[in-house]
């Protein structure tokens, strides 16, 4: 047998694989984008880069070939524009800050999933110069600016918050005294906003209403807008002290936790953090390794503690952004030179053009904070409508890195008899099109049965098919049966035994390894076989113990009086009878009734006529059988009284 079994294996394995890209590195070619990047999904499992120094969207499918690439000229625009998100509605918006004669104000752009302009406004007061960061949008699908302004008269520095329909009318806005350094803001769950302002951070309902404040004492830099999680707040900084990245963690009222922040000895400007799917928090860091500079990607949970590191292999890779894909991918985008570099990885953050990272470590280090004083003034903005141009530029990609999808259901084996197994593909790839020569579609199958199965997989991103085929064979289980639950008289012994089997292996429910197992209790009772080929067989039975004895009950009166209650006599029992019988005799010995019926009862008429009221005599012989077992031929003699 196993020489036909080890022949099988000989005959039928074999493995194609699947030339399609699931992981891949892509630097794009023929366009020049800078290095302030964002990276954004988009709503069919692909993504958009957007270029704020050449102001340019490129619009990626699920397979990393260019779609679109769009450019938006816009006059007057006096930097890189500030901030683009992707909206609720599949499209995008763009805030940036153009000249408005001496002065500057802010213009929003929307653009539609397609990249095509929707509708553009500049927002501005002449009597101030606006700065602005961030825009974000809360869950009703309004915009959020975020920005400094300077008061031209007496150049006070402002912090100041606009609140816009979809449209992009104005709805709120809002100025706040709390310094003039630069930073960001995000949309809150709630529908508010956390904005940041050097080490400042203060949040605002729904309606630009401050609801706390909050200070930082530690000198950092680099204010980057801060990060929503499950329970808080994450901060990102620049360690003044010492150059390191450090991380600060708020609760939802504004408290500072872990007792301080967190330092790492990563050094350089932080990127800004991502939250995935899963509620953890993704950072992008510069590694180097061996005198060269890689990007680095850590996980952490939502209070900073390390989960897991991945560096991709790419030398001279310089991380600027991560988003993550609807179909649980992530796409991360880098500058390598005047070269923009993207590579889509998998749910666990590897890309198969991988290698080790760097030592990271992360400590506490105890610092204070306090929760100030709150001044806000009243503001207002013109708005003005104006439709800018967009163009069409070509561009496409360079592979750097692809990674061929593999196809293997694995070695030909066996199947015990009774048994099931799943077969699906056992490599890590994943593919849009499986058909089993069963003719399921699923990317797994049961089976129960011996015979050749064979799998042909596709996959969107390439044209190429592959497939794979593996043998099943069937091998022979012991057979094993207790036949149904058992009922047994108290007071004896059941005796559980193994089938006959030399070659066989037994483990009874209580863990012994006899051939046969004796119960006196109740219970479930199992005992698992294992023959010569390695099939294991189970079966169980359930065992109880019950009173073997027949209690028959003699009443000693009736009253045939028709009323509908005691009108018959009959014992009572609790059992059934190998034979029976039943006689009664009037005061002068007469045999007046006899039934061998144990369900018949005398209804106290002799011959159709009502016998008379007093003492009747009565004889029941009986031989009870219970759980199978025969009991001793019983007499019982009982008086009884018929009462009219």
């Given at each position: ?92 918006a763009i805030l940036g800050r153009e000249q408005i004669g001496d002065t500057h104000g802010m213009r929003v752009t929307k653009l539609s999933s397609n990249g095509d302009i929707s509708w553009s406004k500049s927002y501005s007061n002449l009597d101030y110069d606006y700065y602005p960061y961030s825009i974000s949008e809360d869950n009703q699908g309004n915009l959020f600016l975020y920005g400094n302004l300077t008061q031209l008269n007496n150049l006070a520095v402002n912090n ?485």
């Amino acid at each position: 047998m196993k020489l036909n079994l080890t022949l099988y294996f000989f005959l039928f394995v074999f493995t194609c694989q699947l030339s399609a890209q699931t992981s891949f590195i892509k630097q794009i070619d023929n366009i020049t984008l800078g290095t302030s990047l964002k990276v954004l999904p988009t709503d069919d499992v692909g993504w958009a880069i957007y270029s704020k120094e050449q102001t340019k969207l490129i619009k990626f499918n699920l397979c990393g070939d260019i779609d679109w690439t769009k450019s938006y000229d816009i006059p007057n625009a006096t930097s890189s524009l500030s901030d683009i998100i992707k909206t609720q509605d599949g499209g995008f918006a763009i805030l940036g800050r153009e000249q408005i004669g001496d002065t500057h104000g802010m213009r929003v752009t929307k653009l539609s999933s397609n990249g095509d302009i929707s509708w553009s406004k500049s927002y501005s007061n002449l009597d101030y110069d606006y700065y602005p960061y961030s825009i974000s949008e809360d869950n009703q699908g309004n915009l959020f600016l975020y920005g400094n302004l300077t008061q031209l008269n007496n150049l006070a520095v402002n912090n100041h918050v606009s609140k816009l329909s979809n449209s992009g009318d104005l709805i709120l806005t809002q100025l706040y005294n709390f310094g003039g350094i630069w930073g960001g803001a995000i949309s809150t769950s709630d529908n508010g906003v956390l904005f940041r302002t050097g080490s400042n951070f203060i949040k605002l309902n729904t309606n630009l209403q401050v609801e706390w404040k909050t200070s930082i004492e530690a000198p950092t830099y680099h204010y980057i807008a801060p990060l929503e999680v499950s329970n808080g707040y994450i901060i990102s900084a620049n360690n003044l002290s010492n150059g390191t990245i450090s991380y600060y963690k708020l609760d939802l009222s504004g408290n500072l936790l872990w007792g301080g922040r967190k330092n790492t000895n990563q050094n350089g400007i932080p990127n800004a953090l991502r939250l995935n799917s899963e509620g953890a928090v993704v950072g992008l860091y510069s590694s180097t390794i061996n005198g060269e500079n890689y990007s680095t990607i850590r996980v952490f949970d939502a209070s900073m503690n390390l989960i897991s590191e991945h560096t991709i292999d790419q030398v001279n890779l310089n991380p600027r952004d991560i988003c993550f894909l609807s179909n649980s991918n992530s796409l991360f985008i880098g500058s390598s030179g005047p070269n923009t570099v993207c590579t889509r990885l998998y749910s666990n953050y590897e890309s198969n053009c991988s290698m080790n990272s760097s030592e990271f470590t992360i400590n506490s280090e105890a610092i204070g904070y306090n929760q100030g004083d709150v001044i806000t003034n009243n503001h207002s903005l013109n708005a003005t409508s104006f439709n800018p141009n967009s163009s069409t530029e070509e561009a496409s990609t360079i592979d750097l890195c692809s990674i061929i999808k593999v196809l293997d259901l694995g070695k030909d084996t066996v199947l015990c008899v009774g048994s099931a197994m799943v077969l699906e593909n056992i490599s890590d790839d994943d593919f849009d099109v499986y058909q089993w020569s069963t003719g399921e579609n699923n990317s797994s199958i049961t089976i129960y049965e011996p015979g050749v199965y064979w799998l042909v997989v596709e996959d969107f991103c390439d044209l190429n098919r592959a497939n794979d085929t593996i043998f099943i064979e069937i091998l022979p289980s012991l057979s094993l049966d207790f036949g149904e639950d058992l009922l047994v008289c108290q007071d004896s012994t059941q005796l559980l035994r193994s089938p006959q089997c030399d070659s066989c292996s037994f483990v009874w429910s209580d863990g012994s390894q006899n051939d046969a197992l004796q119960v006196i209790t109740d219970g479930l009772y199992w005992l698992e076989a294992q023959n010569e080929n390695g099939c294991i067989t189970s079966d169980s039975i359930l065992i109880e113990f019950a009173p073997c004895e027949c209690n028959v009950f003699i009443p000693n009166s009736f009253t045939p009086n028709d009323d509908g209650k005691n009108d018959t006599f009959k014992p009572k029992f609790y059992c059934d009878f190998e034979d029976y019988s039943i006689e009664i005799f009037n005061r002068w010995g007469e045999l007046i009734f006899k039934s061998n019926n144990p369900s018949e009862a005398w209804d106290g008429k002799v011959n159709s006529i009502n016998a008379h009221s007093g003492l009747y005599a009565c004889v029941v012989k009986y031989t009870s059988t219970i759980l199978n077992n025969t009991g001793p031929k019983v007499i019982k003699h009982q008086p009884i009284s018929l009462i009219e």
